[in-house]
């Protein structure tokens, strides 16, 4: 285990970049030297060869798919005939959400190398993962306060997968837009969601699922801003010959597989001493004979993940989905068998309304090895591949390739209060010091009620009391002469209560301005455009 601990950016338009971009060269000719020499059989498949039916086939579909929803695909770098190598690939992803700028600055980075590079940029559209929410936290100023407001982007479906999901009601996701600026009001005088949701409306209506509607604008808007990617959602991947070369594999060989995932996850937790059964991940499972691999699978009709079962015989294994007894499919696999036959009956499953899905680490796992040159996460997925690393180079012997953690932090620029913590403490200080000393509060002149108990408290303070009884006796005399003398300074008192109100309220209100994350959409285009455009320029330099 690597043991790094990536912080998130403190200041408006930090930085996070691990390893720095003055570094990426170096490690992409490492990537790429160390890539080539590998040669690992994949059931009948060698590493060169499926590297580069792997890079062909997905970067042909990913140019397809941007034609076919409209979009141009990006030129592509051309090739001296005497050049050693292919163009290099650099390749990000994420769900098609509403995603906070420091998820999107990974398509910039992605593009600007590229271009540095002549190479391609390609952008995974992860649409196998599960839409978690609909409401969009907004921030909207009510009098003096700022406080968020839940904004629904559609109606909630429940937890299925992003390529299963439909929009649910059209008038409310329609509406979205409209609903967002209205509520943000003056806090953000050119808010992106402006330019942003007319090009996310015009994806529909009709059966383009509702993450594929947001990513297509979000690529349209990418495309006019100068950073053309590729694109291609992260089923279709699944659907290519190359993966499923990958997924035979790691079949054929499941329960090496499962003993070194599992162990290297025991060890992860004991480092970072999680308990939790379920974080980073869960182990694979076993059941008698039953083998959990490190795919999902669901039914079209039923689009509910599950784990994809695996019994494995001399010559053949059988597959089921948990909950269900009957195996869907027997493939002519086993550990010292070719995959040739067993690809081309996964291959069928599509046809047949099954989805076969890969996971976050064999997802990153496969595009690390067998696509991309230099892949691109953002600090959650580099935390998972601390665990991915070690499980590929336990699994394939082989050092995993380097890749880039990139985060940025980026506010939406609401004025926020020149007021801090230790303001508050200060005034909590003095109504302590109130409470317990309000004497020292006190002015001249002093009636001589208030004298007299100003004497008699100095009085008791510097009397003796070697006894319990006698120091509680003098506890509780203390106690009425100073709600006694408290009574003289309430005035001093109430405008200090008052003034921590208005403290309070600041630093509630800062602490709401100073989220970083806000889905782009929320932030102005011109201070997101300023922002991009420096980290592009930190990774041209």
């Avoid at 694979?284 to 039953?290: E, F, P, Q, V, Y």
């Avoid at 980026?410 to 303001?423: A, K, Q, V, Y």
Wanted: aromatic share 8%.
């Amino acid at each position: 285990m690597r043991g790094a601990r990536f912080r998130v950016p403190a200041e408006d338009g930090g930085l996070l970049a691990e390893p720095p971009p003055s570094a990426l060269d170096e490690h992409l000719r490492n990537n790429r030297s160390r890539l080539d020499s590998w040669n690992h059989d994949f059931q009948g498949r060698r590493a060169d060869r499926l590297r580069t039916q792997c890079r062909q086939e997905i970067l042909r579909n990913a140019q397809r798919f941007l034609s076919t929803n409209g979009l141009d695909p990006p030129p592509q770098p051309s090739v001296p005939p005497s050049a050693p190598q292919h163009p290099p690939l650099f390749v990000t992803g994420h769900q098609p959400e509403l995603f906070h700028p420091g998820v999107w600055v990974k398509n910039f980075a992605t593009a600007t190398l590229a271009r540095k590079h002549q190479g391609i940029g390609l952008n995974l559209i992860v649409d196998n993962d599960l839409a978690k929410s609909t409401l969009v936290r907004v921030p909207s100023q009510v009098g003096d306060r700022l406080r968020l407001v839940p904004i629904e982007l559609d109606r909630w479906a429940g937890e299925l997968p992003h390529e299963e999901l439909a929009v649910q009601d059209e008038s409310l996701f329609e509406s979205f837009g409209r609903r967002v600026r209205e509520t943000l009001g003056h806090l953000v005088a050119d808010p992106l969601i402006e330019t942003y949701w007319p090009l996310v409306v015009a994806q529909g209506p009709g059966p383009t699922p509702r993450g594929l509607r947001l990513a297509l604008a979000r690529r349209q808007l990418e495309g006019n801003w100068g950073v053309r990617n590729l694109e291609i959602p992260l089923s279709q991947i699944c659907q290519s010959e190359s993966f499923l070369w990958f997924a035979a594999h790691l079949l054929a060989q499941l329960p090496t597989f499962q003993d070194i995932h599992n162990q290297a996850l025991a060890e992860y937790r004991q480092t970072y001493r999680i308990r939790s059964r379920n974080h980073p991940v869960s182990a694979l499972s076993k059941t008698g004979d039953w083998l959990e691999a490190p795919f999902w699978i669901w039914r079209q009709g039923d689009p509910r993940r599950r784990a994809l079962l695996v019994c494995t015989g001399r010559r053949t294994m059988r597959l089921r989905m948990a909950g269900e007894d009957d195996p869907f499919a027997e493939l002519p696999l086993a550990a010292d068998r070719e995959a040739c036959c067993a690809v081309e009956q996964l291959h069928s499953l599509e046809s047949r309304g099954i989805r076969l899905r890969t996971r976050a680490l064999t997802t990153t796992m496969f595009c690390r090895l067998l696509l991309g040159d230099l892949f691109i996460h953002g600090i959650g997925g580099a935390k998972y591949d601390e665990l991915g690393d070690t499980i590929t180079e336990r699994f394939f012997r082989f050092p995993p390739p380097d890749f880039v953690t990139l985060s940025m932090t980026l506010r939406l620029g609401i004025p926020d209060f020149p007021t801090s913590e230790s303001d508050l403490a200060s005034i909590d200080r003095s109504l302590r010091d109130l409470k317990f000393h309000p004497e020292r509060a006190l002015t001249e002149p002093l009636n001589e009620e208030v004298r007299k108990d100003v004497i008699a408290k100095r009085e008791l303070l510097s009397a003796e009391a070697p006894t319990r009884r006698q120091r509680l006796a003098r506890l509780r005399a203390l106690r009425t002469i100073n709600e006694r003398l408290g009574e003289a300074v309430k005035n001093h008192r109430e405008s200090l209560e008052a003034l921590r109100r208005q403290v309070v309220g600041k630093l509630q209100w800062n602490q709401l301005a100073h989220l970083r994350d806000y889905p782009f959409v929320l932030h102005s285009r011109a201070r997101l455009q300023g922002a991009m455009s420096a980290v592009s320029r930190r990774f041209d330099s």
